[in-house]
């Protein structure tokens, strides 16, 4: 079956994001990203830091919330995280952005909320860590973290949120079509061989 | 730099070997598998049987080989396993089929054999359980063993000579520059994609 809407997960500095802008713009598709974040903030009254911020991350609180959804008894107790409620937005959300047609989505577990589509291309772009070090240096500047820690922090919210919300591991190849290296294949030609395969 | 060599690397029951066997074709370089395994015996004497076996499977004793290896201290002892002897030529061959020209080769880690060489495009081809084991079931009958044990059984020996030669993770995507599941874009469209790659 053709592959109408390309997910897009990454690893922090891997360049994932750029990839999916560029595979867009190729394709000649709407991408979703801060429109995902806008949309769900219109729908909550969220702002749309609180939504982008709380978008990736696991709620605090997550040995709680872990036994509530563990023990099959969700809304057993009057307490869905912000985090929780979020989820469920966007989760619906994502469902109506690919309803309406041909797109990129990139991060906020796409892959999965559309995981009953067979017209999705799912697709994890990564690099070694050396490679998204200086990219995030180049990106986002120096902090007065190691980019090594930044990045080992940022893909354990990735890994934390995904794991709690799809019960899957993040990164883990059997989730994804396709796995790019980008820092081998650069940025355009991750980008250029995910449009060949879309067409 | 262009790429002239394909490394495939594969799960079982993915269907790898037959990806790097028709994108050698598509190519129009050597594809090395038995081939490999003739030159090894041919070196050592063994016959071709019992070095396909062991060029998968890391030796019985790996508590003890593995304490030789870790301590640093491999010929401390007067006892290499018929395994690491094997693998010692094996590597020279490899390297030496690479020194010859364009190729692929399935198998044998031998991305990591060239680890130094800029020439090289690793990949990782897998596919989920239900369609490996439906595969093997086509490809190589029934057997008393449950489908999902065999490739289990199989998987488990990659892993474990892989881990023991290389000290990576076999199956790790940094390990590889892509990294396809066969079970969605088909043995042909792996094979086709491989190959635009590396021309």
Redesign the interface.
């Known amino acids: 079956m053709a592959k109408k809407i390309l997910t897009i997960s990454r690893e922090f500095g891997s360049g994932g994001r750029t990839v999916g802008k560029r595979a867009a713009e190729l394709l000649g598709v709407p991408y979703y990203d801060k429109e995902l974040v806008k949309e769900v903030a219109a729908k909550t009254g969220f702002t749309e830091r609180f939504v982008e911020q709380a978008g990736e991350d696991a709620p605090g609180k997550t040995w709680f919330s872990a036994m509530l959804l563990g023990s099959g008894l969700p809304g057993a107790m009057n307490g869905l995280s912000a985090n929780d409620f979020l989820w469920a937005i966007q989760y619906q959300v994502i469902q109506e952005l690919a309803e309406k047609g041909p797109c990129v989505i990139v991060g906020r577990c796409a892959d999965w909320v559309l995981r009953d589509r067979e017209d999705c291309l799912n697709a ?1 772009i ?1 690099a ?1 860590e050396e490679k998204r070090a200086q990219r995030i240096v180049r990106q986002y500047g120096q902090s007065e973290k190691r980019p090594e820690k930044r990045l080992e922090d940022k893909d354990k919210k990735r890994r934390v949120y995904y794991q709690r919300y799809t019960t899957r591991d993040w ?1 883990d ?2 989730n ?6 980008s820092g ?2 650069g940025i355009e ?1 991750c980008a250029r ?1 995910l449009v ?2 879309m067409e």
Chains 1, 2 share one sequence.
């Open positions: 994890f990564y070694s990164g190849p059997e994804y079509h396709i796995c790019l290296n081998v294949l030609g061989l060949g395969l």
